[in-house]
């Protein structure tokens, strides 16, 4: 069957209107886009928020949003009758990613569609111009184009690479309905705002297992992020094998790394989802696991062992001796030939220089160098690491410290300082990631990563400046996690952020952010990420029954505190079992944001308020009624009975938010002692030290302070 | 700190008094095991069932049930002080096992146990005699003695099997106290009844990739299964890489087979867990998949492609050609290499001959050589296939066709067609192994597996002839399963099999079996097994919520039905995909039994009848209200409208039930045409042709008849 498109003008009337209907700032581009008939080419900029679309139609949930989109009347229905076409000859990474792509459709469906590529004849078309790069390049064409009428789809991109990401927006397409899955009519141009879209996971402090890593690179593939930084050595551990220096993983890793094979078979699953892979060596600190096999790297006597506390360590490479360059000349061409991608993270994070000036011999370097200090030191090190990338034909990485005088402008700079950091650089020529406002470990809201932006909109940059800002990067350092909790660390609060990377920077709608984020956890569920499982999962151990209820209906309502306050209370090191309630809780549940939504309705008296206010009820009710079988059944259970306090806190947190909604919409008014007495409970609720913290505080306070202003009082 | 560990006499009286309670036949071993003083023996039979010990102390749920078992006062409190001493030298094996251990006692009490193995001095003492074998070989000694007091733990044995199976006891009996996680001291001699405990994968019909083979192997070490029956080879798929014909894995197995890394990791994984891989390459038939690459092997021409459809097909390996044995010298020699264990699997099932006897040139051949038919040709075809295992050291194993006359007495055979073919070859001197009562994919009750002997009590054999019938096998054949549904078909009714190998054949107690799986179900679940979150995370998909509350209120009533009944509903293929609800239904789920023991206790009118009618007045009333909603909403779903019926069936028989409990337990009389009705609705229910099946329509019956003979009735 041919397929046929047709570039239907009178869409763009729609087009605008619906992007009006939501107020957005694209509707200046959208019917710009229409009037100057752009709509087949691919170098839009803009966007038109697919959220709310209303006219009888469902509302789309693409994550991230693309760059255009603009629906046409019509569905293409999915059936066993659809058949992929490809254009042109196309590649093993295509026909790969293309099978997937169906199979996935089959486990949406239920049909049988994975025996649908004929190559001949389709309903399905797939034109790429360009086959994969055999290494992804930091400048390939990731843009696509897709359309889809009633009788068609038509997947256009000139590399491998925007296919990819055009067959992962075609699936979040799909809509199950009563009549039948269907894709709505649309037609999409779409191309990222940044070209370095990344993921740190620190496997150092704790190892992951493979299929961590493959699962991730799914959940990765599925938010159009592109790279994954690998974060492979640290004190805690050496999780590379090096078969020039075995002892660096024999010694270093308490046997949990990486094989070479493992890694090739890594870094060729990241390239057929579109993903690098830049592995991380930290270096000159952070190199404690190194030392236990090879002690004169570092500047200190030994021997070393492998360490088990977390924070800033002493041990450091010694940069003053022409052996550590020939260990890392070879070392860094091993991992050269492993890691294909042009770029090498090589740290240069926290270094405190304590080793380095305890060293008499490496003090007289210095003084015979001319070099002042230790972060001098470190410079000389990192200009004599430079050259060694350079011979292997590496672009260096690293952290915010290697920002210094003297190194060229290829460079990459990583902030983890935060967007003034990043702006300098960029100021003084470098190339930048940002990453600061994207630590997971920070247990910080999907909103509050997602509003942060690389290039703010108050930005002072020219535009060469901003064009050196790469991109940005999550970062999921490894001290508190598990392979069992990882995902539900990294999911679903990175595809919002993948978003940020990804989308128009006016795409800001958080309700709508959210709203989007709920069905993209399912779909990352289904492709196999545990941020649902791992958790349920805990929650049944913890409970020791399959339908931990219970449990349930505390842990729904809290979240993990930040790493830092963890740490503080839990001295948290690298042996501490992970398997207690604050691992079992998630950061930023769902409930968080709905009970503020619906707080907030209510609050305005919105047109709905009278669900909103139920829904409210619904759960507040549930937690006061809790009192006091929730505790003393978690007393029961060792492991919970610590958290037995926050099961009356969330029953407290119940009547305080019973009695506001009472004062708010009964005719009994709040009297002023009844407020002060709520907040001072919260307040306490607040401040009592704790692995887990509820969610919904500053929504019962609001609700608070409203039925006291209602009772006529000031706050 | 030293243990120290006495002999209590007085516990004889406490064993004996327990034992009693049960009305076990183990009481009359433990009577005697007291009187001779033999408790410090490991030289024991009988069993003492550990269930519903009274006298204010919790039960034991262990799984299997150790061959005796010896309950003191008091218990052992977990703690972090527990420290491991190894009191002789230990290997690796021992150390890993040990290590993992403790990092589930770790995972199920959350103290910080892991770096508790100093070797010095210990409240937790290992003393094994022999170190593991290179090779784990069928007569390892695998018993060990276990000794618990309220000062310390002692683990003897005299091999590393011994000492593995005791560790996995002693996690299984930890209990979760208020006072913290302790364990009951206690006195067990173990050893298994039946030496070859297997789970056959077929992994040809469908891939399941490494991580799956891995917590399979987990699973099977928590339940003392000590054999991976590995089929990797069918007509569907060549599932392991040969060095030799790379043909073989290139274009036999859609690209999904195992690498020879990959094999040696499971062989690996699994001899530290006790385990021994026996690998299966089904021959002369289910073969196509090895003709895809080399037709030349094959009786009929070529070409030939991967078999999409189940079933018996023609194509067979061509027995007359010299060629034939020098490629499977060579393949069967570097499978030796890889496969260390002594035991190597044929198959030799379903050769149907067709492509023999249609081939001219075999019909010489057999002519020639005084073969009367195809049966003839393979036994010939296995002599000579024999000569070529013994010359790489491998004793033969194979389905119940090649037991024919002429092939030696130490061939094993695998019985699929039952007891007495089993019994049959045990006769003739053959060793053996029973499948045919285990195969899962009959979608059999845990019950009806568990209830199953190899060696059943009324057995003819004598004791010469029983000693050759080595054990059983679980089979999980491959045709409907996929890697999200494989461990909800395996678990937990592998674990009631694996008590039925291991366990004194007097261990019986159905509802006991039923208690202790529930408990095996979680430990399985928190080791990694997905029998739990495999199917739940199918329901969010199908219902598209992260509460698939609806779906499950039907999902919990139902069971898949075999793989007959599916394949002849369906006509599932290869390539069928395998995400539906009967996919997400999980074959004998609790709530069958505990509906059935419920209605068996309230039909009794037993004590407690009234707990147990308003639990079944709860489930009752709770279907019997679902409709119609639970229907319409299934109807918007198309994976799930074609069972829209069921919601409707369900709430019938919610009312059916609620009817006969009104008529059992109120003052009206069941009127004859009611139960007429009753019994035809039931009737119209269960013969519907469906996917699924619910599992309480016996014990709804049971109902209606005991309301019905209450009015007076006869039926």
């Known amino acids: 069957m041919e397929v046929h498109f047709r570039q239907k003008t009178e869409n763009c009337e729609q087009a605008v209107e619906l992007a009006g209907r939501h107020k957005s700032p694209a509707i200046k581009w959208s019917r710009y886009a229409c009037m100057m008939g752009l709509l087949g080419s691919a170098m839009l900029a803009g966007a038109t928020p697919n959220s709310g679309v209303g006219g009888g139609r469902a509302s789309l949930s693409l994550m991230p949003i693309p760059a255009s989109i603009t629906r046409q009347a019509g569905v293409f229905p999915v059936s066993s009758s659809l058949t992929v076409q490809f254009a042109t000859t196309h590649d093993a990474v295509l026909q790969e990613a293309t099978q997937r792509a169906l199979k996935r459709l089959e486990a949406e469906t239920g049909l049988e569609l994975s025996r649908k590529m004929d190559g001949v004849s389709g309903t399905f078309l797939i034109d790429v111009t360009h086959s994969a790069e055999a ?28 296919a990819l990401h055009g067959l992962q927006t075609l699936l979040q397409l799909v809509q199950v309905t009563p009549s039948g899955p269907s894709i709505p009519a649309v037609t999409i141009h779409d191309q990222p705002r940044f070209r370095w879209r990344g993921l740190m996971i620190d496997c150092g402090r704790h190892f992951e297992p493979l299929p961590v890593i493959l699962r991730t690179l799914d959940g990765m593939e599925a938010v159009k992020m592109n790279v994954l930084h690998w974060h492979l050595t640290e004190d805690q551990g050496f999780r590379v094998e090096s078969m020039r220096f075995p002892k660096l993983q024999e010694m270093g890793s308490d046997g949990q790394y990486y094989t070479q094979a493992q890694i090739r078979e890594v870094v060729a699953y990241a390239h057929a989802r579109g993903i690098r892979v830049v592995p991380e060596f930290d270096m000159p600190g952070h190199t404690t696991s190194w030392f236990v096999g090879y002690s004169d790297l570092a500047s200190g006597p030994g021997p070393y062992a492998v360490q088990r506390r977390f924070g800033v360590h002493d ?50 370097f210095m003084h015979d160098h001319g070099i002042q200090n230790a972060a001098g030191l470190q410079v000389y090190f990192n200009q004599r690491l430079l050259k060694i990338l350079t011979k292997y034909h590496k ?56 509003l942060a932006d690389p290039i703010p909109d108050n930005t002072d940059l020219t535009q060469e400046q901003q064009a050196l800002i790469l991109g940005g990067e999550v970062c999921m350092w490894g001290e508190q996690i598990a392979p069992w909790t990882i995902d539900s660390r990294i999911w679903p609060r990175a595809a919002a952020i993948a978003e940020r990377f990804w989308s128009p ?24 990420l545990q941020q649902i499982s791992g958790p349920q999962r805990l929650r049944r151990e913890l409970a020791g029954t399959e339908a931990p209820w219970r449990l349930n209906l505390l842990l729904n309502a809290v979240e993990p505190v930040s790493f830092g306050e963890r740490y503080t209370l839990q001295h948290t090191d690298q042996l501490t079992p992970l398997y207690g309630l604050v691992d079992a809780a998630t950061p930023d549940p769902p409930l968080r944001h709905e009970f503020a939504e619906a707080v907030q309705r209510v609050l305005a008296q919105g047109g709905d308020s009278t669900e909103d206010r139920e829904r409210l009820l619904h759960w507040l009710e549930e937690w006061r009624a809790s009192d006091p079988e929730l505790g003393l059944w978690m007393q029961q259970i060792p492991q919970l009975a610590p958290y037995s306090v926050e099961a009356h806190n969330l029953a407290t947190l119940g009547v305080i938010g019973t009695e506001s909604l009472s004062y708010l919409q009964g005719p009994l008014q709040a009297p002023p002692e009844w407020a002060q007495r709520a907040l001072a409970q919260l307040q306490m609720i607040e401040q009592h030290k704790s692995l887990v913290r509820f969610v919904m505080i500053d929504s019962i306070r609001r609700m608070v302070l409203a039925a006291a202003e209602k009772g006529g009082q000031k706050k």
């Open 315 to 364: 041990p450091a490479i010694d940069p003053t001796r022409e052996s550590t360059y020939k260990f890392l000349d070879r070392f860094i061409g091993e991992m050269a030939d492993l890691f294909p991608d042009a770029y090498m993270h090589i740290g240069g994070d926290e270094s405190n220089g304590k080793q380095w000036l305890a060293n008499p011999r490496i003090r007289v």
């Open 505 to 528: 920077s006016t795409v800001r709608d958080v309700p709508d952010m959210y709203r989007r984020l709920d069905k993209m956890t399912l779909r990352l569920d289904a492709l196999g």
């Open 395 to 450: 672009h260096m990485v690293g952290w915010d410290e290697i920002l210094t005088p003297g190194l060229p402008k290829d460079i990459v700079v990583q902030s983890w300082r935060g967007v003034a950091s990043l702006a300098q650089g960029a100021k003084e020529g470098y190339q930048g990631i940002l990453s600061a406002p994207y630590y997971l470990d920070g247990m910080h809201s999907a909103e509050t990563h997602y």
């Open 135 to 162: 290494v992804q390049s930091l400048d390939e064409d990731e843009s696509y184009t897709l359309q889809v009428n009633p009788i068609g789809i038509r997947l256009q991109a000139p590399t491998d690479l925007g």
